[in-house]
């Protein structure tokens, strides 16, 4: 079965740290790898997606870093707020069925100030 | 939330009664999902359909049917409820290409006693 192996579970950072979250992914078909940011009673929103052709992908505060032969990717969020704090979903497709997602299970971020 | 509602909001219901939740989108998207949130399980897929009266399994599919009689509609239903179906709901659409953003509706919380 494909999966999407994430990691911390949980996660607590002080206002202007680095927060950092953690994916691995079994399928090298997969080639489209985005990120989701879930805030308590609404639905996800894509936060950064990356292809694999490209190593790393910045966007403000967040950056994923993507390591093709080790399978895995990264979330960065530089100079956390507490408005950062939400719920994270790493996810991945490609392949057979390309269009489905296959998520994490989620991290759960609290900034403190 | 992207032109997505989905109805109702909130449910309470018992054991063995069937119920029926409606994502309704306006944005014209070809596909849409039904994922199913628990805590420690993420976001896991229940169903989806790739246009009128198409539609898959997804990798939760028991115990839950789908229909998609119009492009803007698709109805999940629990045709006999159980406790173990008590989760938060999430209907997603998307135009269906690899690499396309998932755009995720409010949820739908439901509560099986």
């Known amino acids: 079965q494909q999966q999407v192996k994430q990691s911390p579970q949980s996660l607590i950072v002080q206002k202007g740290g680095i927060s950092i979250i953690n994916c691995a992914y079994e399928?090298?078909?997969?080639?489209?790898f985005p990120w989701y940011q879930q805030f308590p009673g609404k639905g996800p929103a894509l936060l950064i997606a990356?292809?694999?052709?490209?190593s790393e992908k910045k966007e403000g505060r967040f950056t994923i870093s993507f390591n093709k032969s080790a399978k895995q990717f990264s979330l960065h969020i530089m100079d956390s707020q507490p408005g950062d704090s939400a719920t994270y979903f790493c996810?991945?497709?490609?392949?057979?069925?390309?269009?489905?997602?296959?998520f994490g299970k989620g991290t759960k971020l609290s900034v403190i100030p | 939330d992207a032109g997505i509602t989905q109805s109702p909001r909130h449910k309470v219901t018992e054991t063995g009664t069937p119920v029926t939740l409606r994502c309704h989108q306006t944005e014209n998207h070809r596909y849409m999902y039904w994922y199913r949130q628990d805590p420690g399980h993420g976001l896991r897929l229940i169903h989806y359909s790739y246009g009128v009266k198409d539609t898959d399994k997804g990798e939760v599919s028991d115990g839950y049917s789908v229909s998609r009689s119009k492009t803007e509609d698709f109805l999940l239903t629990l045709e006999s409820a159980t406790s173990s179906q008590t989760s938060v709901y999430f209907c997603a659409i998307s135009e269906g290409r690899s690499g396309e953003t998932q755009y995720f509706g409010p949820g739908t919380r439901l509560l099986v006693l």
């Open positions: 399928n090298t078909a997969f080639d489209y």
């Open positions: 996810a991945a497709s490609g392949g057979a069925g390309s269009y489905q997602l296959t």
């Open positions: 990356i292809r694999p052709d490209v």
